[in-house]
C-alpha cells in the first residue's frame, strides 16, 4: 500500500510507548487513525495531538485480550470511518523475569496480548479487506521474536510467533490485493518497555548517571 493519504488506520496500543510515533507518522502521510488501548485519557491526548496533522483521529478504548471488547473496538471503527484500511497490532507486554517464576496467569496474559489479539483482531478486519480487494497488516514483533534472550522467554515466543504467522498470512493474501508484514524493532533508548526498564533500573555503584 503506496498511497496512504485518506486511508483509514486502526492503531492498537496508542495510548504510549513507540504507538503514537507510529500514529504520527502515519498522521504526516495524511491517514486517519483510530487509536486503541486500554487509558482513555492517554489515546484521547494522543488524538487531539494528531488532529494537527488535518486527519481524523479517535480514541477506541478496548482490551485487545477480551473477544467483546475486540469486536467492539472494530465495529466502532467501522462505524466511524467506514472502513478499515491499514490494522497496525502493535499493542503488546512483556515480565523480565526468570520463566519458572512467572505465574501461570502472568504467562496467559502475555500470550493472549502479543499473540493470540493481532491474530484474532486481524480475523475480524481481513473479509472486508479481501471483500475489498484492498488492505495490509502491519504487526509490530521483535528482534526478541528471531532470537530468545535471557528473562524473556515467554515474549520470545509471542513474538516468533507472530514472525512466522504474517509470513504464512503473506503467502495466503498473495495476489488478492491484501498484504500483511511485520516489523522487528530492537531496543529503543528513548520509549517502549525497555526505555521504562532501563529508567526504573537501580544504578551500579559508581556507574555514571
Known amino acids: 500500500m503506496k498511497d496512504l493519504k485518506g486511508k483509514n488506520a486502526l492503531l492498537t496500543g496508542g495510548s504510549m510507548g513507540i504507538g503514537p510515533n507510529i500514529a504520527r507518522v502515519l498522521a504526516r502521510e495524511g491517514v486517519n487513525i483510530a487509536l486503541s488501548a486500554r487509558s482513555e485519557d492517554k489515546l484521547k491526548a494522543v488524538a487531539a495531538e494528531l488532529e494537527s496533522y488535518n486527519v481524523r483521529a479517535i480514541a477506541v478504548p478496548a482490551d485487545v485480550t477480551d473477544p467483546d471488547s475486540r469486536e467492539k473496538m472494530v465495529e466502532k471503527v467501522k462505524d466511524e470511518f467506514g472502513q478499515i484500511d491499514l490494522?497496525?497490532?502493535?499493542?503488546?507486554i512483556e515480565w523480565l523475569s526468570s520463566f519458572n517464576d512467572?505465574?501461570?496467569a502472568e504467562i496467559e496474559n502475555m500470550i493472549q496480548?502479543?499473540?493470540?489479539?493481532?491474530?484474532m483482531i486481524t480475523r475480524l478486519v481481513l473479509p472486508d479487506m479481501?471483500?475489498?480487494?484492498?488492505?495490509h497488516i502491519v504487526t509490530i514483533s521483535s528482534l526478541g521474536g528471531k532470537k530468545g534472550s535471557p528473562?524473556?522467554?515467554?515474549?520470545?515466543?509471542?513474538?516468533?510467533?507472530?514472525?512466522?504467522?504474517?509470513?504464512s498470512l503473506r503467502a495466503e493474501l498473495y495476489n488478492t490485493g491484501v498484504s500483511a508484514s511485520v516489523v522487528c524493532p530492537g531496543f529503543?533508548?528513548?520509549?517502549?518497555m525497555f526505555a521504562v526498564y532501563n529508567?526504573?533500573?537501580p544504578k551500579i555503584a559508581?556507574?555514571?548517571?
Open 130 to 135: 479481501l471483500k475489498n480487494s484492498s488492505g
Open 113 to 119: 496480548t502479543n499473540l493470540i489479539a493481532p491474530l
Open 206 to 209: 559508581g556507574e555514571s548517571k
Open 151 to 167: 528473562y524473556s522467554a515467554t515474549y520470545a515466543a509471542s513474538k516468533a510467533g507472530l514472525i512466522a504467522w504474517t509470513s
Open 188 to 192: 529503543i533508548s528513548d520509549t517502549g
Open 199 to 201: 529508567k526504573k533500573a
Open 87 to 92: 490494522l497496525i497490532n502493535n499493542a503488546g
Open 102 to 104: 512467572l505465574t501461570q
